[in-house]
């Protein structure tokens, strides 16, 4: 059954921790994506990878930073610099940047300070 | 910049009801438009995707259409049940822009 997965499910950081949220995706889609989605608000995306060892920032990368050492894994990592981590994260991927096929999207990770 | 729009942020409606979700979009450019379920705590479910050569797709009885000249699309439910409930979001790519613009979505509840 192919899909995205995402974890762990809850995380809970200290200050001046940096975390790193998994996202492992079997859809082998070239395309992969980051969102932040806090209470009432849209999804705002924070990095986004075409293939292998290439990614892009979007709109609110900083304090945040990934890799895509594989095809399959997108790990998002959330620096110490990100003052406001609290959100919950989505991971996503698309066959391609294109725009012809949807995104399909992880169950998230909610993400708290302690 | 696209900026996506959506309006009502929550809707309420007994269950059998015919009822449409509106979405709209500041630039017309729009490469496609999408529509997403999300319920509590959860990602999204990818709904129906509208190309910008499209006029409308649907799946069931979900229909979404789009028109790239007033920058409006509408997702219509028929027959609404109560596993409707949830928050519907629409998203737009701007041509030139991989980038999904989203709209901060309407919360959608069903009653019995």
């Known amino acids: 059954d192919g899909g995205i997965t995402q974890s762990p499910k809850y995380l809970f950081r200290k200050e001046g921790q940096n975390v790193t949220l998994s996202c492992e995706q079997n859809l082998n889609h070239d395309a992969m994506y980051w969102y932040r989605q806090d209470p009432g608000q849209g999804l705002r995306l924070i990095y986004y990878?075409?293939?292998?060892?290439?990614?892009q920032k979007g709109d609110i990368a900083e304090g945040y930073s990934v890799s895509r050492e594989k095809k399959e894994s997108f790990p998002l990592t959330v620096t110490s610099a990100q003052k406001n981590p609290t959100a919950f994260y989505l991971c996503a991927s698309s066959i391609d940047l294109a725009g012809y096929q949807p995104q399909h999207f992880g169950d998230g990770t909610r993400l708290s300070i302690l | 910049k696209q900026e996506v729009t959506q309006i009502p942020a929550a809707l309420s409606v007994p269950e059998g009801e015919n009822l449409v979700l509106n979405c709209s979009f500041t630039d017309s450019a729009i490469y496609n438009l999408q529509w997403f379920r999300q319920d509590p705590g959860k990602g999204l479910t990818s709904l129906l995707l509208i190309q910008s050569s499209q006029r409308e797709q649907t799946s069931g009885r979900l229909n979404a259409s789009l028109d790239k000249s007033s920058g409006r699309s509408t997702l219509y439910i028929a027959a609404s049940q109560p596993g409707d409930s949830a928050t519907y979001l629409c998203a737009g790519t701007q041509g030139g822009s991989e980038k999904l613009v989203f709209g901060k979505g309407t919360k959608l509840t069903v009653n019995p």
């Open positions: 990878s075409q293939i292998v060892n290439d990614f």
